[in-house]
């Protein structure tokens, strides 16, 4: 019989029919969320994979409600929103999909450094609002040759450092570890970090440890003329702290692909014209969502059928 395979979130019509093509597809966003958990019970005797991705996996709950869940195939190199400890406890396998979307997420975060301190999204509205004929538009601030500074120097993290030294910036790091083939400047302190860097980007993963880690004493280590970028997860920020910073002229800007909470975003952040925002959206390409649906179909196929998992976690 053909395994039942509950994807958490559209991702893709590709996805959809390559899955559909091998498994039962359960598609557990049509189904609305008061009736979700009861969704669960009534499947719980077929479903035996779940596709999360980076906004949403399964939590222990979710874990709970399935006890013939063998296996949670990754469509995103975030695991923080899977409870990996539930997961090890009960043998079940998780895979994920990294590199495949690092070159995206890199551009994303060099994109909204630029976009924040260009201030390209004011530009824009300034001159679909016929403004240009005023001929004052702020002067902005330059990206090229400054210090930047990266929280997480892993494979996005790393694939930052590249991008911003092609445009003469100087680059540090902090991350658990000192990478000794590294040439960039190693930091135990993120405060120390900030302090060095005119623009700090957040590439480290999710944890107890890096919740918060910018938290007020890294954004006034920042100070006035600083930026912070994060692609990563938004709690890795102090949300209220960076919003009272921004507000109160103690941070020069922020460029920011995820949030504290989202799908929502702070009434204060949005009326913040300081600030560049997207919806998680750093991987989100026509060409990377493809190879992510291949990587996730192609784990579920290898453990189904008994071979090797190309990119296993547990
Ligand atoms: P990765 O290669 O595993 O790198 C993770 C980095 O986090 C490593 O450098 C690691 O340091 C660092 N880190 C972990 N715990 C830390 C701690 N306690 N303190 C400081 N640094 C710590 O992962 P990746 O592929 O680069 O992805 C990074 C993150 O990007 C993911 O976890 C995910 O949250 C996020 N992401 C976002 C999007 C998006 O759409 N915006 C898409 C994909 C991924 P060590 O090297 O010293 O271990």
Not at 205 to 222: F, G, K, P, S, W
Not at 247 to 265: F, I, K
Request: charged residues 25%; proline residues 4%; glycine residues 6%.
């Amino acid at each position: 019989m053909e395994a039942s395979v509950l994807l958490i979130r559209p991702l893709s019509a590709y996805i959809q029919q390559e899955l559909s093509k091998r498994y039962i597809l359960f598609k557990f966003w049509q189904e609305p969320p008061h009736l979700r958990r009861e969704f669960l019970r009534k499947h719980s005797n077929s479903i035996r994979a779940v596709v999360a991705n980076g906004a949403q996996g399964p939590d222990a709950e979710m874990i709970d409600l399935l006890p013939l869940l063998e296996i949670v195939a990754s469509h995103s190199s975030g695991l923080d929103k899977i409870d990996l400890d539930k997961c090890r406890e009960r043998g079940i396998t998780v895979t994920y999909t990294p590199d495949a979307l690092t070159d995206e997420v890199a551009d994303m975060a060099i994109l909204l450094t630029l976009a924040t301190m260009r201030r390209i999204c004011e530009a824009d509205q300034y001159v679909r609002r016929s403004e240009w004929k005023n001929v004052d538009f702020k002067l902005t601030t330059k990206f090229s040759g400054k210090a930047v500074g990266i929280i997480g120097l892993g494979r996005i993290g790393s694939a930052i450092a590249k991008r911003a030294e092609a445009f003469g910036c100087s680059i540090g790091y902090h991350s658990r570890s000192q990478k000794p083939n590294s040439r960039y400047k190693y930091y135990t302190s993120v405060v120390d970090l900030a302090s060095d860097s005119q623009i700090l980007i957040i590439a480290c993963a999710l944890t107890h440890e890096t919740r918060h880690i910018v938290n007020r004493d890294v954004i006034d280590a920042l100070g006035k003329n600083g930026v912070v970028v994060n692609i990563a997860r938004g709690s890795h920020i102090d949300e209220a702290e960076l919003i009272s910073a921004l507000a109160e002229g103690r941070l020069g800007g922020a460029g920011l692909d995820v949030l504290e909470n989202e799908p929502e975003a702070p009434t204060q952040l949005l009326g913040l014209d300081n600030v560049v925002l997207s919806p998680h959206v750093g991987a989100s390409t026509v060409e990377t969502r493809k190879v992510l649906a291949d990587l996730v179909v192609q784990a579920l196929d290898a453990h189904f059928s008994g071979k090797p998992l190309p990119t296993p976690v547990i």
